[in-house]
């Protein structure tokens, strides 16, 4: 089995944010790792051409005992499959260890194995707090307090008590000797299947996070995230209009993310797209008539006042 590779679950209506992914990994992976796409079965001819010699597609059907037909916890089945696929991949046995990747990332520099891996058989962790998100008010509005709630659960159901939470949104490398504990430990001795688990809280990487810190099956090695995720268009919004550019959040991260429930009626945006054409993603043609107006009575106050002077 590979040492680590790097997963990338997607489906058809993510197909043109797969194709941007895609071409950044081969644009950045100075180390020749492989990507496993995994898609529906009615999909794969589509994503076929994304195939070669580091990258492989494969069928979702490899999972199918897993995965659901009926919404869980309140979110379509295509959802949790997608997170089913996940915590599942390791089952392959095709890897050791597996960086998940978002369709709707892209990577911004280049990346060895040494990026995923403490030594030849650790993975480096991603546990953080995310402090900042609590702090930022639409955010916990509209995410925290239900996360935390479902993450306290999972604490409980593991039997893991610790009152500071850590863990990850995604992008986590996964060690799958923790995942087969997962399995064989925790969901057969209860008779639960990944989906039973994410009935209880439909966070994967906090079921991974938590049986890991309780376990410690592998040695925790701490890294900061390794995307850079823009929740909401707010968050985006603040560093287009600071100017900060995709080479300046390469200094501190591996990818970055715009999250697609937000972004995507907006359509594929160019992460290095100059302030302009990223503005234009979000506003309308009254909004940039207005922007003008207010441009041009600026520029003229500005030259009446420096005449006066």
């Given at each position: 089995m590979e040492p680590v590779s790097l997963?990338?679950?997607?489906?058809?209506?993510?197909?043109?944010?797969?194709?941007?992914?895609?071409?950044?990994?081969?644009?950045?992976n100075v180390d020749g790792l492989r990507l496993h796409v995994v898609v529906p079965h009615e999909d794969v001819e589509l994503f076929a051409p994304l195939a070669g010699v580091t990258v492989d597609v494969i069928d979702e059907s490899e999972f199918a005992p897993h995965l659901v037909q009926e919404p869980v916890a309140g979110l379509r089945a295509g959802?949790?499959?997608?997170?089913?696929?996940?915590?599942?991949?390791?089952e392959l046995e095709l890897t050791e260890n597996y960086f998940c990747v978002d369709s709707d990332a892209v990577f911004i520099r280049q990346f060895t194995a040494s990026d995923f891996m403490f030594d030849d058989r650790t993975p480096f962790t991603v546990l953080v707090e995310d402090k900042e998100l609590a702090v930022e008010p639409r955010y916990y509005r509209e995410y925290w307090t239900v996360?935390?709630?479902?993450i306290r659960r999972i604490q409980q159901e593991v039997d893991y008590e610790d009152p500071v939470i850590r863990t990850c949104h995604g992008h986590?490398?996964?060690?799958?000797?923790?995942?087969?504990?997962?399995k064989t430990d925790f969901l057969d001795p209860r008779g639960w299947d990944y989906a039973d688990a994410l009935a209880v809280a439909p966070y994967e990487f906090s079921w991974y996070n938590m049986w890991l810190q309780k376990t410690h099956l592998i040695d925790i090695h701490g890294r900061e995230p390794y995307a850079k995720v823009f929740h909401h268009e707010g968050h985006h919004l603040e560093y287009v209009l600071r100017?900060?550019?995709?080479?300046?959040?390469?200094?501190g991260y591996l990818l970055l993310v715009m999250n697609s429930n937000y972004s995507r009626d907006l359509g594929i945006i160019d992460p290095?797209?100059?302030k302009p054409e990223t503005l234009s993603h979000y506003l309308s043609y009254g909004e940039v008539a207005a922007v003008l107006r207010s441009k041009a009575k600026d520029t003229w106050r500005r030259r009446v006042t420096r005449r006066q002077a």
């Amino acid at each position: 089995m590979e040492p680590v590779s790097l997963l990338l679950k997607s489906f058809r209506g993510d197909h043109a944010y797969a194709v941007r992914l895609v071409e950044s990994f081969h644009e950045f992976n100075v180390d020749g790792l492989r990507l496993h796409v995994v898609v529906p079965h009615e999909d794969v001819e589509l994503f076929a051409p994304l195939a070669g010699v580091t990258v492989d597609v494969i069928d979702e059907s490899e999972f199918a005992p897993h995965l659901v037909q009926e919404p869980v916890a309140g979110l379509r089945a295509g959802y949790i499959n997608q997170e089913i696929v996940k915590l599942a991949f390791w089952e392959l046995e095709l890897t050791e260890n597996y960086f998940c990747v978002d369709s709707d990332a892209v990577f911004i520099r280049q990346f060895t194995a040494s990026d995923f891996m403490f030594d030849d058989r650790t993975p480096f962790t991603v546990l953080v707090e995310d402090k900042e998100l609590a702090v930022e008010p639409r955010y916990y509005r509209e995410y925290w307090t239900v996360r935390e709630a479902a993450i306290r659960r999972i604490q409980q159901e593991v039997d893991y008590e610790d009152p500071v939470i850590r863990t990850c949104h995604g992008h986590q490398v996964f060690s799958s000797a923790v995942l087969r504990s997962l399995k064989t430990d925790f969901l057969d001795p209860r008779g639960w299947d990944y989906a039973d688990a994410l009935a209880v809280a439909p966070y994967e990487f906090s079921w991974y996070n938590m049986w890991l810190q309780k376990t410690h099956l592998i040695d925790i090695h701490g890294r900061e995230p390794y995307a850079k995720v823009f929740h909401h268009e707010g968050h985006h919004l603040e560093y287009v209009l600071r100017g900060i550019r995709p080479k300046d959040i390469a200094r501190g991260y591996l990818l970055l993310v715009m999250n697609s429930n937000y972004s995507r009626d907006l359509g594929i945006i160019d992460p290095g797209a100059t302030k302009p054409e990223t503005l234009s993603h979000y506003l309308s043609y009254g909004e940039v008539a207005a922007v003008l107006r207010s441009k041009a009575k600026d520029t003229w106050r500005r030259r009446v006042t420096r005449r006066q002077a």
